[in-house]
């Protein structure tokens, strides 16, 4: 089976993968834990028969720490452990939570909510999904994730966003798309 993945302007085709089991897996936030644990994590994983975790979502500011600067060796250690225990990898995508030199630069990609009011930085989900150049940045970081994986036996495919949502957006963006469908 060839997995076709759409983002936003690109079709990338991931390696073929072979899907003789059915994958059986959980999110995995390496990142969000207080001690260092991979290791026993893995170990964990395998016991409970585990054979596929989804990385990544919700940590643009990890990705790309500053504007054009992109980091993966935080990531790359724990897909590479990932791979060495035989556990497949779902990329996700961080486009649902900005990072703050994102919207010092472009506070108005966040959401204009029905009362006029635009959202503050702090919470996730807080972007007009619509607006332009919070597409822009989206389709960078995609495909610098995209391009660094691609060729990496343990990942099987991305997810593009994780939980979308409109937040009520009223703004601009909204509705000239809207009215130029």
């Not at 486009?95 to 009011?117: M, R």
Request: one cysteine or more; hydrophobic letters at 40%; a neutral charge.
């Amino acid at each position: 089976m060839t997995i076709l993945l759409f983002s936003l302007k690109t079709v990338v085709i991931a390696q073929t993968y072979k899907f003789d089991d059915i994958l059986y897996g959980a999110a995995y936030y390496h990142e969000y834990l207080p001690t260092e644990r991979l290791d026993e994590d893995v170990r964990l994983m395998k016991a409970a028969g585990i054979n596929f975790v989804r990385l990544g979502e919700s940590t643009w500011q990890l990705w790309e720490p500053q504007e054009g600067v992109f980091k993966f060796d935080w990531m790359d250690r724990v897909v590479d452990k990932m791979h060495k225990a035989g556990i497949k990898v779902i990329m996700g995508t961080p486009t649902y939570s900005i990072p703050a030199w994102l919207y010092k630069k472009h506070p108005e990609i966040t959401v204009i909510n029905e009362n006029g009011e635009q959202q503050k930085y702090g919470m996730r989900q807080n972007v007009d999904l619509s607006n332009p150049v919070f597409n822009v940045y989206c389709e960078k970081i995609i495909k610098q994730i995209v391009d660094h994986y691609k060729n990496n036996q343990a990942v099987i495919g991305y997810q593009l966003d994780n939980e979308t949502h409109a937040k009520a957006a009223s703004g601009p963006a909204v509705f000239s798309r809207f009215l130029a469908i």
